[in-house]
Structures are given as structure tokens and as C-alpha cells.
């Protein structure tokens, strides 16, 4: 296995499980990427960012030689961020601003000049959004415009290029209150109710109007797309500024302080391991069905806030911290209402993926390759 120069010695076990993942190994899969032009938005987010990685491994150590290109806005964390790659020539950023007018002919003209030659893009992860809640409560108009316009554009885009896949990460927030059945087990044909009043609505709100987009893309222009509806993903590789509630979480770990609740933590989370999300998406890019939607779950990862919180204090940290409850009057944090949802991932399951991290081994392996990093720099 090639090694990839980067002081982070658990992402590095990561992508190389998933180059062993006998899927993503196969001579079908590999055949489908050789040579192919792969774009993914979002590039400085955490799981675009993996995504990167993941194809630049695969290249290395198979020789399927795919361009990847890297969408981006901010040149200065993009760099941060894909130092040994851009130094080997593994990654192409481009840089641009989907939700812009004009971003369909200026990516076109972009690329062209990147490469000082026509390249069609044959694959796209269409992974930027808003990912902050605090965002999403003060700014929520500019949180719906970043998901419907810049899905929009790609989605023309994609249509532009005849791809031969689209991959739209979505999340598990679509599915909003399931309550309103008798049980909460959310498969990808039902979904439950989500109050187009509350301001907090707008990232699940939008989210679904983005899968709608997709599904009208696919049926007006054949845009062969497949949408992943994501549990909560971290592991190995999170970026310096992730503040999301699992990165928190991690933190009090290492720097051994109580882990603070500003909610009693009664949702229930779902969750998967980054590494597994990879496979997972790789699956649906190459073997998903166009113009369905899948969730992409590790349904053993269930649990709520609270007793994550207490398995990071009492096990991962034995017992040296403590969880604490600061819960304001007013939610000026943005943290979404407390649901009740158990994401069955059976239907990306039957296409041979299989979720391999449980949750305790997410954390371990998170917080050694945070220290990693921070020792590293």
C-alpha cells in the first residue's frame, strides 16, 4: 500500500481500509474510474475534503489516474488543507462561487483554463452547504439561497456535461419529526413533519427542496443523480475549525474539561464513521439507483446526545470529566428540536455496502488523529 506523506497516521489507516474495501478494489469499479474527471464541491469541508483524499489514494494506488478537481471559494484554507496534494499535482482546486449567476459557463471556462483543454467532467459530489446551526438561525435566507441556488447551478452544470453520475448529500434532517408514526425507523419512502415556521427549519426545509431539485433534474434532463441521506459523520480527519457537537465533544476529551449541554441532549443521533461514509458514497456514485435516494447510517452508531456525551466522559475519558447542563431559556445556540429518528440504511446495504466502525471506535480513533494533528503542526 502507498503511503501518503501527512502527519495524521489514523486518516492514513483510513484510506487505506478503504483501498482494501473489496468494492472499491474491484476490477468493475476501478475499470468506471480510470481516466475519469471527478469534481467535488464543498472541497474544504470535512467530508469533501475526505472525498479528495479518498479518490487521490485510490489513484495511488491503482493507477486509475482520475483528475480530480476540488471546487473551492477560499484559496487560503484550501491550501491549509491540501498541501502534499497540491505538491505532487493529485488535486486541482478551481476556485468559484456556486451560488453565483454565470457560475455554469465560468466553471466551464475555469476547468478549460486549468487544463488549457477541454475536459469533461464525468462524476460530481455535490457536498457544499451550510453545516453550522448558529448559521443556519442568524442567517437563515443566506442558508436557503447557498442550497437552492448552488444546487441549481449544479445541477445545470451536470446537464451541461452529460455526467455520468451525481451524488447530492443531503442529510438525515429530512426527515424532521417521525413521530408521526408509530414508530420513528425512517426508511427513504416516508417522512415526517417539519414546521415551515420555525426559522431553524430552513437548512431540513431546503434540504428537501434540494432532493426535489435533483429528482426534476433526473426526470426533465436525465441528469443521472442519487441522492445520500447522511447520518452524522466525523472520524479521522476533521478539519481545525469543525466546532459541530461530536468535534466538541473530542475536545473536552483531550484537553480534559466537563463536557457542557446546552440542551438535555434527548435527540437521538445517528451517525457513521467518516471511513465507512466514503465507501458508502462510492457505492452510490458507481451502483446507486438514478433518482433515488439512500441513507447512509451505521444503524449500531444509534444513541442520544446524553449518553453520547456520558460514553466520551465516563469511557473514552474514564471517568476524569464530567457532563454538565447549561441549557439557556432561549435556544441562541440553534440546536435543532429534540427528535426521535432511527435511520435504516438497509437499501444502500443491499448494494454490498457494509458499516464497519462502531461508535466508541469513532471516537478513539477521531480524538488520537486530532492529537496526531496538533502534535504535527
Known amino acids: ?50 472525498l479528495v483524499r479518498t479518490f487521490a489514494a485510490i489513484n495511488r494506488n491503482f493507477g486509475t489516474n482520475c483528475r480530480i478537481l476540488a471546487l473551492v471559494r477560499n484559496e487560503e484554507k484550501a491550501r491549509g488543507i491540501y498541501g502534499d496534494l497540491l505538491l505532487r499535482g493529485d488535486v486541482r482546486l478551481i476556485y468559484g462561487d456556486i451560488t453565483q449567476q454565470g457560475f455554469v459557463s465560468n466553471l466551464t471556462r475555469t476547468i478549460r483554463g486549468a487544463f488549457l483543454e477541454d475536459v469533461h467532467v464525468d462524476y460530481v459530489f455535490h457536498c457544499a452547504a451550510v453545516t453550522t446551526s448558529k448559521t443556519m438561525v442568524q442567517q437563515p435566507v443566506e442558508t436557503i439561497h447557498a442550497a437552492l441556488s448552488g444546487t441549481r447551478h449544479l445541477l445545470a452544470f451536470a446537464a451541461s456535461q452529460h455526467v455520468e453520475s451525481f451524488v447530492y448529500l443531503s442529510s438525515m434532517e429530512v426527515y424532521g419529526d417521525m413521530s408521526v408514526y408509530p414508530d420513528t425507523r425512517a426508511t427513504e419512502d416516508r417522512l415526517g413533519y417539519c414546521n415551515p415556521q420555525v426559522v431553524r427549519s430552513n437548512y431540513p426545509e431546503s434540504k428537501r427542496m434540494c432532493e426535489n431539485m435533483c429528482t426534476a433534474y433526473f426526470a426533465e434532463y436525465g441528469v443521472p443523480v442519487k441522492v445520500a441521506r447522511l447520518a452524522q459523520t466525523f472520524g479521522a480527519g476533521i478539519l481545525p475549525w469543525e466546532n459541530r457537537v461530536f468535534a466538541q465533544f473530542a475536545r473536552s476529551v483531550i ?3 466537563d463536557i457542557v449541554l446546552h440542551t438535555k441532549g434527548l435527540s437521538e443521533g445517528n451517525y457513521c464513521y467518516s471511513a465507512d461514509v466514503m465507501t458508502g458514497l462510492i457505492h452510490l456514485l458507481l451502483g446507486g439507483t438514478n433518482g433515488e435516494a439512500y441513507n447512509v447510517a451505521n444503524e449500531r452508531c444509534h444513541t442520544t446526545i446524553a449518553d453520547m456525551a456520558k460514553l466520551c466522559a465516563d469511557d473514552i475519558a474514564g471517568g476524569k470529566i464530567r457532563v454538565v447542563f447549561d441549557i439557556p431559556k432561549e435556544n441562541t445556540y440553534g440546536y435543532a428540536q429534540d427528535t426521535k429518528i432511527t435511520l435504516d440504511s438497509s437499501k444502500l446495504r443491499a448494494l454490498g455496502w457494509e458499516p464497519k466502525t462502531d461508535l466508541r471506535e469513532m471516537y478513539t480513533r477521531m480524538i488520537e488523529g486530532m492529537r496526531e494533528e496538533k502534535d504535527g503542526q
Open 255 to 257: 484537553e480534559k474539561k
Open 1 to 50: 500500500m502507498i503511503m501518503e506523506a501527512m502527519h495524521n497516521r489514523v486518516l492514513q489507516e483510513d484510506l487505506e481500509n478503504i483501498c482494501d474495501d473489496p468494492y472499491v478494489q474491484s476490477p468493475a469499479t476501478l475499470e468506471k474510474l480510470t481516466g475519469r474527471t471527478i469534481l467535488i464541491t464543498g472541497a474544504t469541508g470535512l467530508l469533501g475534503s475526505l
